[in-house]
């Protein structure tokens, strides 16, 4: 598959976007700057020579994929979307973004009442399929092909097919996806995003994560 991140130029981007080369997906490093895109794509591929990787803006990238991930911060989610609201139509947009909020990204704030996900699925309207995962997912081992990522993504989004797509992108990063039902349900996924930061700084380690049991 051709997969635009935008904002992939920092670490949970490139560190997605790096995993998924490695499955044999054409990766589109997103920026608002194009000539920042083309020097992280060149990054990672001296990290993995065979990927098929290259950069650019975030709408070329968004214009040439069939699938984007949005990797921004909360702050920049807004502003990203509406510049690629036309060439994301009628695709699947994976979000990965958790509206923490600095300085105390260890504690969880909800702005708006709704996950960041809702909020762009209603930015974006019904012609674009929003699927919130890897939410969950720490940044820190990402990029170390060999790491073996001991946790589940949870995945929310509407459509049963929409989410296995991105339950096989789970798979091809080298975790399990599971459904986590609606899109709703984002709010809790981006909630550990501050839960997950505050456990690997009271005990010390940088990839904490959750599992689900029982199925
Ligand atoms: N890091 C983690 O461990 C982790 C874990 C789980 C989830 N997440 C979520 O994943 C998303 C990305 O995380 P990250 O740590 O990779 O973020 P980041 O490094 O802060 O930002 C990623 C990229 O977004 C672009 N960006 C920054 N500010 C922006 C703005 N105001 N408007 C538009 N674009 C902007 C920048 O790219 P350009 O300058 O190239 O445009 C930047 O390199 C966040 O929403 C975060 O909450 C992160």
């Known amino acids: 598959m051709k997969i635009a991140i935008l904002g992939g130029t920092g670490p949970e981007g490139t560190g997605l976007g790096i995993r998924w080369a490695a499955a044999g997906h054409q990766v589109i490093i997103g920026s608002r700057q194009a000539e920042k895109g083309e020097k992280v794509a060149s990054e990672l591929l001296e990290l993995y020579p065979k990927g098929d990787i290259k950069g650019t803006d975030n709408v070329i990238a968004a214009g040439e994929a069939d699938i984007a991930v949005l990797a921004v911060p909360y702050t920049g989610q807004e502003p990203t979307l509406s510049t690629v609201k036309k060439q994301v139509k009628g695709k699947l947009l994976v979000t990965v973004v958790a509206p923490t909020k600095s300085p105390k990204a260890r504690a969880w704030r909800l702005p708006s009442g709704l996950s960041a996900a809702e909020e762009a699925q209603q930015q974006l309207g019904d012609g674009i399929r929003v699927v919130a995962a890897f939410q969950n997912i720490g940044a820190h081992n990402l990029k170390d092909l060999d790491y073996v990522l001991d946790c589940d993504v949870l995945i929310c989004g509407k ?57």
């Open 159 to 215: 459509s049963k097919e929409d989410k296995k797509i991105v339950m096989d992108l789970c798979a091809d990063a080298g975790f399990r996806g599971v459904n986590a039902g609606a899109l709703q349900n984002a709010s809790v996924p981006e909630g550990l995003v501050s839960l997950l930061i505050a456990v690997n700084i009271i005990y010390k380690v940088k990839d904490a994560g959750i599992r689900i049991t029982g199925i």
